[in-house]
């Protein structure tokens, strides 16, 4: 059974960091492509970043700030997020998929997904 737990969400204030945690079961770690979405009230589950074995991908609103990264002995992938902004603000989730390339950044690519925490980003 494939589990991915998100952690590490909170409310914090502009220009302020956050590290996001995504921990991984029940799949071979090694050999998927990870990713982070999220999704704000109201709106679409929006490509965040993603990494493989060999390149990571981001977003145009996130790159620079983000970065994302993975730790295959301990089956988890990280969310640095510095500066952040109001307009980050979402519930954040992880995805994890076989494929790879530029696919990642859809949604529809991923058929594992965590239940996602909460980022709050006050102005």
């Known amino acids: 059974q494939v589990q991915l737990v998100e952690s590490g969400g909170g409310l914090v204030q502009a220009g302020d960091s956050l590290r996001l945690s995504c921990a991984a079961s029940g799949l071979p770690f090694n050999s998927y492509s990870m990713g982070w979405f999220r999704q704000a009230p109201g709106k679409e589950r929006e490509f965040v970043g993603a990494?493989?074995?060999?390149?990571?991908y981001y977003a145009d609103s996130v790159r620079g700030r983000f970065t994302i990264s993975r730790d295959n002995a301990k089956n988890t992938v990280y969310l640095q997020m510095n500066s952040l902004k109001p307009e980050d603000t979402a519930a954040y989730y992880c995805?994890?998929?076989?494929?790879?390339?530029?696919?990642?950044?859809?949604?529809?690519?991923?058929?594992?997904w965590g239940r996602g925490t909460q980022v709050t980003v006050s102005s």
């Open positions: 990494i493989n074995d060999a390149s990571t």
């Open positions: 995805g994890g998929t076989r494929n790879s390339g530029e696919v990642l950044r859809s949604a529809f690519a991923y058929p594992y």
